[in-house]
């Protein structure tokens, strides 16, 4: 079984590669909400989580992550008109997801501390 600092070496490790890779994008941290249980306090203890290349959007108060996959993202925020044959959903359905203004970026997760 890997210990703390091995499992944060990895993540750390993988988050420069991706920074290297890509330094012209963003890095957007997301935390998990166990991190933060209540507001009693000024900072938080957290861990590093897992990175990766992602496009987002922020929509109907949530965040939108290109890889939660295109139709689950159109069900959510599209509806598709009645009268469109059934061979083009499809291509509508692309069309309109990816007219959204994505944000590319490095996402990295911030869990709770091991």
């Given at each position: 079984?890997?210990?703390?600092?091995?499992?944060?070496?990895?993540?750390?490790?993988?988050?420069?590669?991706?920074?290297?890779?890509n330094p012209d994008l963003?890095?957007?941290p997301m935390v998990n909400y166990e991190v933060v249980a209540d507001d009693c306090a000024l900072y938080w203890m957290a861990g590093w989580g897992d990175a990766r290349i992602d496009s987002y959007i922020l929509r109907d108060d949530r965040i939108w992550y290109l890889s939660d996959g295109k139709e689950e993202i159109f069900?959510?925020?599209?509806e598709l008109?009645?009268?469109?044959?059934?061979?083009?959903?499809?291509?509508?359905?692309?069309?309109?997801?990816?007219?959204l203004p994505w944000i590319k970026a490095i996402i990295v997760k911030i869990e709770l501390p091991n």
């Open positions: 079984m890997k210990n703390a600092m091995d499992i944060q070496k990895r993540n750390l490790l993988h988050l420069f590669g991706l920074i290297r890779q963003p890095i957007v069900e959510n925020l599209f008109p009645i009268d469109i044959p059934k061979e083009q959903e499809e291509k509508f359905m692309e069309d309109a997801v990816d007219s």
